[in-house]
C-alpha cells in the first residue's frame, strides 16, 4: 500500500499493531467494528447535509444521504419519485 508520508503521522509500530488487534478480533468483532463505523460516518454525513440544508426535515436529509450513496434511480426506485409521480 502507498501512503504519502505528508499525511501519514502514524508510526510502524502503531500501524502493525493495529494490524495485529484487527487480526486477532472474530468476525463478528470486525462486523460490529464495521458496523459501528459506517454508523459514525451516516451521522457525520447527515450532520454535515443538515447544515447545508437547514430548512429540510430529517426525512429529507435521509432521502438525499440516499441519493448520494445509492443514486436518484435506487431511491426513485424504493421511495418515489421526487415529484411524487
Do not use: I
Not at 503521522?9 to 470486525?30: C, G, H, I, N, V
Not at 458496523?35 to 440544508?53: C, I, K, M, P, Y
Amino acid at each position: 500500500m502507498t501512503r504519502s508520508r505528508q499525511l501519514d503521522d502514524t508510526s510502524a509500530a502503531a500501524r502493525a499493531l493495529l494490524r495485529e488487534l484487527y487480526a486477532a478480533m472474530t468476525p463478528a468483532e470486525k462486523l460490529r467494528r464495521m458496523s459501528e463505523l459506517t454508523l459514525a460516518a451516516n451521522q457525520l454525513a447527515l450532520a454535515g447535509l443538515a447544515v447545508r440544508f437547514p430548512q429540510e426535515s430529517r426525512r429529507e436529509l435521509l432521502l438525499r444521504l440516499a441519493r448520494l450513496r445509492l443514486g436518484d434511480d435506487l431511491v426513485d426506485r424504493a421511495y418515489g419519485t421526487r415529484d411524487g409521480a
